[in-house]
């Protein structure tokens, strides 16, 4: 990887971006009314409009062969509805710059894109199917090599780190065990051999973490979870604070194409102004269906990271708002019982996705991780009867219902 060397320096990596962007003066690092930036911001609109338009322009006309007309050219390469969104997700990011994909895959896609041969990644064991995917059968015909760890263990990571290591790449919390991974520990492991470090922020959204001010170089969503939040709409995005990665980014969009159309651009754009609201009570709606999960005797094991029990719980407090709007866990009953309690939901949707208004219901090794080997599985700690529920925004009382229901009727 050419692109940028991330210089040694006995400051940690958390200190020097957060330097960085205060002299940048992008006034983005502070989270404090992000919920009102959100729905404010934006471009100055044509006819007052209060509502950027959803500009479905292929082209613009130049005044002449050697003049463009106004800012726009074609719209693969910039195009208003997109950069309007694309604005909003690098101020909600604390980056300076953010580039809208036609999924979070293709976001995910532009990171690897960074890589060359010979470069080599270290990665988490619990990814993304598509993206473990990507790295296990796409990249390698590159050239590029990877080593999964366990990330949770910045020491793990560190031992990774090969001189040919260019990128350290991580969820947290991770899909679908909600493991939490330090991204300040993990970014300066990683700048220290001059990688870098890209999180996929997907679990937490820029609402309740941002990974560009804990160190982290690039920070990914798929924005067809909380951001858009709606699931009306597939996206993903790409934020930096550094200019050179950011035109590396956008080149990867303008060539390879992978932009986000003009309609789901105006969808999330919608979406993203009430982000925080959403946020909020996916994360106390959480808490409840968390606890009634962890006080039922149906059930197991509880993976959520605001139990005091849970293994990243620290780590979570210090670089979360809060704990997020997912859960997941294994019934006494095994895959059996993981069966008969989705299927004894009401008010819950089977389906895959999350962070959505909608609550909705998985169970991973049968669904979004069903491509998985069995041996792949274990590795990742997927257990075959674990279930994984994004909580949405319904009435609290409804939910816990209904998550009742489910599991008194496995008893
Ligand atoms: C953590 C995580 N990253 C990336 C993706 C891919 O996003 P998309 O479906 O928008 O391509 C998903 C999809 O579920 C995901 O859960």
Redesign the pocket.
């Known amino acids: 990887m050419t692109v940028r060397d991330t210089s040694k320096s006995d400051e940690s990596t958390a200190d020097r971006n957060e330097a960085d962007a205060s002299e940048d003066d992008v006034g983005a690092n502070d989270s404090d009314g992000l919920d009102t930036r959100a729905i404010h911001s934006g471009r100055e609109n044509p006819n007052d409009a209060l509502v950027t338009p959803i500009y479905a322009n292929a082209t613009y006309e130049y005044d002449s062969s050697t003049r463009l007309g106004g800012e726009y050219r074609y719209s693969r390469m910039d195009a208003p509805t997109r950069n309007d969104l694309e604005a909003v997700v690098a101020d909600f990011e604390g980056g300076t710059h953010a580039s809208a994909f036609a999924?979070?895959?293709?976001a995910?896609d532009a990171v690897f894109s960074l890589l060359e041969s010979g470069d080599h990644v270290v990665a988490g064991k619990s990814l993304?199917a598509?993206?473990y995917d990507l790295l296990a059968d796409v990249y390698p015909k590159y050239g590029v090599s990877v080593s999964h760890v366990d990330v949770t263990d910045p020491d793990a990571v560190r031992d990774a780190i090969r001189e040919d290591t260019a990128l350290v790449y991580v969820?947290t919390p991770t899909?679908p065990l909600l493991r939490i991974v330090d991204i300040a520990a993990v970014a300066d492991a990683a700048h220290a051999a001059d990688a870098l470090l890209a999180v996929?922020n997907?679990?937490a959204s820029p609402a309740l973490q941002r990974p560009l001010e804990l160190g982290a170089d690039l920070s990914?969503e798929?924005?067809?979870?909380y951001v858009g939040g709606h699931s009306d709409a597939?996206?993903?995005s790409v934020a930096t604070r550094d200019a050179d990665l950011a035109a590396e980014i956008s080149r990867t969009q303008y060539t390879r194409g992978a932009i986000l159309g003009p309609f789901e651009s105006f969808l999330v754009r919608r979406g993203a102004k009430t982000l925080q609201a959403r946020m909020d009570r996916h994360c106390r709606n959480t808490r409840a269906v968390a606890t009634t999960l962890d006080s039922h005797e149906a059930v197991d094991t509880v993976h959520y990271p605001g139990f005091e029990s849970h293994p990243g719980h620290e780590v979570a407090a210090r670089q979360m708002a809060d704990f997020g709007g997912m859960v997941a866990f294994e019934l006494a009953g095994g895959v059996d019982a993981a069966t008969s309690f989705v299927a004894g939901l009401e008010t819950i949707t089977i389906a895959?996705?999350?962070g959505g208004v909608e609550s909705l219901v998985e169970v991973p090794a049968a669904m979004?991780h069903q491509d998985f080997t069995k041996a792949e599985l274990k590795d990742a700690g997927i257990d075959p009867g674990l279930v994984r529920l994004s909580v949405g925004i319904e009435r609290e009382d409804d939910l816990v219902a209904d998550v009742r229901r489910g599991l008194d009727g496995i008893l």
């Not at 999924?103 to 293709?106: F, L």
């Not at 798929?222 to 979870?225: E, H, P, V």
């Open positions: 999924s979070g895959m293709a995910i993304y598509e993206t969820e899909n996929d997907t679990f990914v798929s924005l067809t979870k597939i996206g993903g895959e996705s999350l979004t």
